[in-house]
Every structure is written in structure tokens, then in C-alpha cells.
């Protein structure tokens, strides 16, 4: 099954298969995602806001949530080398 992911503000859209990595998404959009812990789960730095997620996500695993607590990143934000493409997004970030 596919979904399609737009990153705002750009307007960039990807389809991808369901279970895609949301980082892996970004990356085929061409857009870079700041990260430095090599996508280990554990800097949070690739923390992006969804906008909408009229698809639906999986909720946060214990380990992308004690990452965003550790390095004080609000739980609303997913961290994208932690959450899969299950639905059709709608993605942001600071510094897109
Ligand atoms: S890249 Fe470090 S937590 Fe995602």
C-alpha cells in the first residue's frame, strides 16, 4: 500500500509504500533533516510537525518518547528517524 507525504512549506510531495521511515520520505523529497545521532533515535534533532495526518500514525514507541524527553523536545513534534509512514501526511519543519 502507498501513501503520499507533502512537506510544506514547499509543497513537495513523494509517494512512498507504507512503513517508509518518515526521514526516508524527506530524503526522496530532496530535503534535508537535521539529525546527529545517525538516525539511532537518541539526539531528537529530526523532530518534524505534522500537520495533518488525515492517514493516521502509529503512536510513539517508549523509545521515540524518552528520546523527545531527554533532549526536551515537545511531544507533539515526531521524530523522524523513529516514525513509519502508515497514512497520507502532511509534514513541516523550522527550517524547510
Ligand atoms: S536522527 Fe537522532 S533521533 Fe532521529
Known amino acids: 500500500m ?3 507525504v507533502r512537506f510544506e512549506p514547499s509543497g513537495r510531495t513523494v509517494d512512498v ?7 526516508d520520505a524527506a530524503r ?3 530535503l534535508p533533516v537535521a539529525r546527529a545521532c545517525g ?3 537518541l539526539c531528537a534533532r529530526c523532530a518534524l510537525v505534522i ?3 488525515a492517514g493516521g500514525l502509529v503512536a510513539a514507541s517508549e523509545d521515540e ?3 523527545k524527553q531527554r533532549n526536551r523536545v515537545s511531544d507533539a513534534l515526531r521524530l523522524a528517524c523513529k516514525t513509519t509512514v502508515e497514512g497520507d501526511l502532511v509534514v513541516t519543519a523550522e527550517y524547510w
Open 2 to 4: 502507498r501513501a503520499r
Open 17 to 23: 509504500e507504507t512503513g517508509t521511515l518518515l526521514l
Open 28 to 30: 526522496a523529497a530532496g
Open 39 to 41: 538516525a539511532s533515535g
Open 51 to 53: 500537520v495533518d495526518e
Open 65 to 67: 518518547t524518552r528520546a
